[in-house]
């Protein structure tokens, strides 16, 4: 059966409801199965190769921190930094990180998602491998701000990206697809950092350089890539016949974003950030921020403390990231399935809270019960991820905002990231770090107790929708 717009904007059912619309299903699955080939690989591509150069997370200079550091060629001794200006130098990545986000989410639709986002790429690849040169704490410094600028628009970006493809009811999977490639980059990551450890001195240059230079050359080549290949709209893909371009339109009608929408108005901006349900969304993603941030960063710290070597501790961290992968993927799967991403979310952050409190609890030197806890506090934290960014797009019902939504969500989340980093501290390795194990669990515990309260608010709005005969609209 094929459409053009007339027949989709007049299709009607038998009793004369114009908001009901007859089409063939097998066409929308067809497709919604070519949509997911085009975008998510290469989405989540770009999400893994951000993650391994130095994204939100930073993993790159935490494995730098600690390779070859028995031989005194890891990145705090060759630069001169102590363990406090380590931690100034994630820091000023995420402040950069939250100034830049809602700029470059505006940035993206001007100039267009393949164009601006390779344009990242190229960027963020050529600042990763410029740390492989820095020798001082200012260097290292001033280019991590400098990364923070440029990755900024990078998941906000193809979040937003997202809506211009997808029903809200089908994106938090998406977007777990895309977010768990950071999980995978952890594995990855760790497993390149404990090959590359072996290349320490080769040609003169210690390991943590050469793993900045082979980790930031493929998103300069990966970009022209993206340049030619991520697709911008429904309504410019090359690819899609012209009646899949009507059927993508009709499906997103009202419900997403195009690449002809008006940019969001002054009154519109005005509304969003008056209106203080979206704070209870943002202080949700705040709160599971800081778990998703520390594990990033201080997991080969974690896991060296349970007596591993700084080699054997970055491919240690392997299983924590491959079991988070999994998990993130079905916690996803299951919020869109079940329409419950705030039900999702909030049991995410309980399983997260429990290994965090458990990591606090049990001794010192209970090393597998301890590494247990760290992969069940890994698979809830990452995993309470994802659902929230779906849970947000689809209460919000002006379709111009929901990039200045997306980048406010994932700019709240930034100061929790910030907290993530300052938690695990360097005289509590010993103690097994409960500053931080503690943290986390609470931090968790609150996300959760948000997640249960905006399910109670939006379910007592929907009855109220109800009784007054209007559509049931919040999504909880």
Not at 136 to 141: D, G, H, L, N, P
Not at 392 to 407: E, R
């Given at each position: 059966?094929?459409?053009?717009?007339?027949?989709?904007?007049?299709?009607?059912?038998?009793?004369?409801?114009?908001?009901?619309?007859?089409y063939?299903?097998a066409?929308?699955?067809?497709?919604?199965?070519?949509?997911?080939i085009?975008?998510?690989?290469?989405s989540?591509a770009?999400?893994?190769l951000?993650?391994?150069?130095r994204?939100?997370?930073?993993?790159d200079?935490?494995?730098?921190?600690?390779?070859?550091?028995?031989?005194?060629?890891?990145?705090?001794?060759?630069?001169?930094?102590?363990?406090?200006?380590?931690?100034?130098?994630?820091?000023?990545?995420?402040?950069?990180?939250?100034?830049?986000?809602?700029?470059?989410?505006?940035?993206?639709?001007?100039?267009?998602?393949?164009r601006?986002?390779?344009?990242?790429?190229?960027?963020?690849?050529?600042?990763?491998?410029?740390?492989?040169?820095?020798?001082?704490?200012?260097?290292?410094?001033?280019?991590r701000?400098?990364?923070?600028?440029?990755?900024?628009?990078?998941?906000?970006?193809?979040v937003?990206?997202?809506?211009?493809?997808?029903?809200?009811?089908?994106?938090?999977?998406?977007?777990?697809?895309?977010?768990?490639?950071?999980?995978?980059a952890?594995?990855f990551?760790g497993?390149?950092?404990y090959?590359?450890?072996?290349?320490?001195?080769?040609?003169?240059?210690?390991?943590?350089?050469?793993?900045?230079?082979?980790?930031?050359?493929?998103?300069?080549?990966?970009?022209l890539?993206?340049?030619f290949?991520?697709?911008?709209?429904?309504?410019?893909?090359?690819?899609?016949?012209?009646?899949?371009?009507?059927?993508?339109?009709?499906?997103?009608?009202?419900q997403g974003?195009?690449?002809?929408?008006?940019?969001?108005?002054?009154?519109?901006?005005?509304?969003?950030?008056?209106?203080?349900?979206?704070?209870?969304?943002y202080?949700?993603?705040?709160?599971?921020?800081p778990?998703f941030?520390?594990?990033s960063?201080f997991?080969?710290?974690?896991?060296?403390?349970?007596?591993?070597?700084?080699?054997?501790?970055?491919?240690?961290?392997?299983?924590?990231?491959?079991?988070a992968?999994?998990?993130t993927?079905?916690?996803?799967?299951?919020a869109?399935?079940?329409?419950s991403?705030?039900?999702?979310?909030?049991?995410?952050?309980?399983v997260?809270?429990?290994?965090?409190?458990?990591?606090?609890?049990?001794p010192?030197?209970?090393?597998a019960?301890?590494?247990g806890?760290?992969?069940?506090a890994?698979?809830?934290?990452?995993?309470s991820?994802?659902?929230?960014?779906?849970?947000?797009?689809?209460?919000?019902?002006?379709?111009?905002?929901?990039?200045?939504v997306?980048?406010?969500?994932?700019?709240?989340g930034?100061?929790?990231?910030?907290?993530?980093?300052?938690?695990?501290?360097?005289?509590?390795?010993a103690?097994?770090?409960?500053?931080?194990?503690?943290?986390?669990?609470?931090?968790l515990?609150?996300?959760?107790?948000?997640?249960?309260?905006?399910?109670?608010?939006?379910?007592?709005?929907?009855?109220?929708?109800?009784?007054?005969?209007?559509?049931?609209?919040?999504?909880?």
């Amino acid at each position: 059966m094929s459409f053009t717009s007339m027949d989709l904007e007049n299709e009607t059912s038998a009793d004369g409801d114009s908001t009901s619309y007859v089409y063939d299903e097998a066409a929308e699955k067809a497709l919604l199965r070519k949509q997911d080939i085009r975008i998510l690989p290469l989405s989540a591509a770009i999400c893994l190769l951000a993650n391994l150069d130095r994204s939100n997370i930073v993993r790159d200079i935490r494995n730098a921190k600690i390779l070859n550091s028995e031989t005194h060629n890891d990145l705090l001794s060759e630069t001169h930094m102590t363990a406090s200006q380590y931690t100034i130098a994630l820091m000023v990545f995420l402040i950069a990180y939250a100034l830049f986000e809602v700029p470059s989410n505006y940035l993206l639709k001007k100039f267009s998602p393949s164009r601006w986002i390779a344009f990242l790429m190229l960027v963020w690849g050529a600042l990763t491998m410029a740390l492989s040169g820095t020798h001082t704490y200012a260097e290292v410094t001033v280019v991590r701000f400098l990364l923070g600028v440029f990755e900024a628009g990078q998941f906000p970006g193809l979040v937003y990206l997202l809506t211009f493809w997808y029903r809200p009811e089908e994106r938090s999977v998406r977007v777990a697809f895309i977010l768990a490639s950071a999980t995978l980059a952890g594995a990855f990551g760790g497993a390149i950092a404990y090959g590359v450890g072996h290349m320490n001195r080769d040609h003169g240059l210690s390991a943590w350089r050469w793993l900045f230079i082979l980790e930031g050359l493929p998103s300069c080549l990966s970009s022209l890539l993206v340049f030619f290949i991520l697709p911008d709209y429904p309504e410019t893909a090359r690819w899609l016949t012209e009646n899949e371009k009507n059927l993508a339109a009709y499906r997103l009608k009202n419900q997403g974003s195009t690449g002809s929408s008006k940019a969001v108005t002054w009154q519109e901006t005005k509304d969003i950030l008056t209106d203080w349900r979206l704070y209870a969304h943002y202080a949700v993603f705040f709160g599971v921020s800081p778990s998703f941030s520390s594990l990033s960063v201080f997991t080969p710290s974690i896991v060296a403390g349970m007596g591993f070597t700084s080699l054997n501790a970055n491919l240690m961290t392997v299983p924590p990231y491959a079991i988070a992968y999994v998990a993130t993927i079905l916690t996803a799967w299951s919020a869109d399935r079940n329409n419950s991403r705030g039900l999702h979310t909030g049991v995410a952050c309980l399983v997260g809270a429990a290994g965090f409190m458990a990591l606090a609890l049990l001794p010192v030197r209970a090393y597998a019960s301890r590494y247990g806890c760290l992969i069940v506090a890994a698979a809830g934290s990452f995993a309470s991820g994802p659902p929230p960014l779906g849970w947000i797009t689809s209460n919000v019902f002006t379709t111009s905002a929901v990039g200045l939504v997306i980048a406010l969500n994932t700019s709240f989340g930034v100061p929790g990231q910030i907290v993530g980093v300052w938690i695990y501290k360097a005289d509590e390795a010993a103690r097994g770090y409960p500053t931080g194990q503690w943290t986390n669990c609470a931090l968790l515990l609150f996300s959760a107790a948000n997640c249960f309260g905006l399910i109670i608010y939006y379910r007592r709005l929907n009855a109220v929708l109800g009784k007054e005969g209007e559509v049931q609209r919040y999504k909880y």
